[in-house]
């Protein structure tokens, strides 16, 4: 499926109130903001040439960072080996596109789909996948705006995921949205998550999970 939509902007401040006040580093030009169409979106991404997300006809490449991949490396294989184990679905990564709506194209940091959502229960080969993910990891990086999370989880909700997660490397905390619920439920370096509702008997522990970073800091790990 693929819908082309234009929208039509006066200013440069427009594009960016209109994409979450992201710094305009992350606005790519060209196509020129407000024209850009899934087609060049799935180009840019082909040609590996960018990771960008499309947003009312604008190419906003995806904030990014060293350390916040590699907590999003973490997170993701826990899920992966948690899910392939008891064949539930699949996961994906950071350079796994997703079409949310028409002419809305996010890049979640790790994705989980479920196979009942997945047509035939088969993933698709096509370069961005058409179907909305039960489960969206958000990685806040620097250059991530609260405007732009909030937009992008709202959107992930209308689309039909049923939660998202926006994790902070800096907090070392996870906030857990759901849909329908107003309040997120959010979790400390000593807590552990449960996923009842999307992956009944999962767990995951903020200890485990940040420990990384101490590793990295050259802080030795909390026995």
């Known amino acids: 499926m693929s819908v082309e939509l234009e929208t039509e902007f006066q200013t440069v401040q427009d594009v960016i109130d209109q994409v979450g006040g992201v710094p305009p580093s992350r606005i790519r030009m060209k196509p020129t903001p407000g024209s850009a169409t899934e087609a060049d979106a799935i180009a840019l991404h082909e040609k590996k040439r ?16 060293y350390v916040e991949s590699l907590i999003a490396g973490a997170i993701y294989a826990m899920i992966r080996g948690f899910v392939r184990a008891r064949k539930l679905g699949v996961a994906s990564v950071a ?6 709506a028409p002419g809305l194209i996010l890049i979640p940091d790790v994705a989980f789909v479920s196979w009942e ?5 088969r993933v698709s080969r096509r370069a961005v996948a058409e179907v909305v993910p039960d489960l969206a990891v958000e990685v806040l990086s620097a250059s991530n705006t609260r405007a732009e999370m909030d937009r992008k989880r709202q959107a992930y909700f209308d689309a039909g995921t049923s939660s998202v997660w926006m994790v902070s490397t800096h907090e070392r905390t996870i906030a857990i949205y759901d849909r329908g619920i107003d309040e997120p439920r959010k979790y400390g370096e000593g807590d552990v998550i449960e996923l009842q509702e999307i992956l009944p008997g999962f767990r995951l522990s903020l200890a485990e999970l940040f420990g990384e970073l101490d590793e990295i800091e050259g802080v030795p790990p909390t026995p």
């Open 117 to 121: 959502r997945c047509p035939g229960g």
């Open 95 to 100: 350079d796994g596109p997703y079409l949310i």
């Open 50 to 65: 960018a990771l960008c997300e499309l947003v009312d006809g604008v190419l906003v490449e995806k904030g990014m960072g």
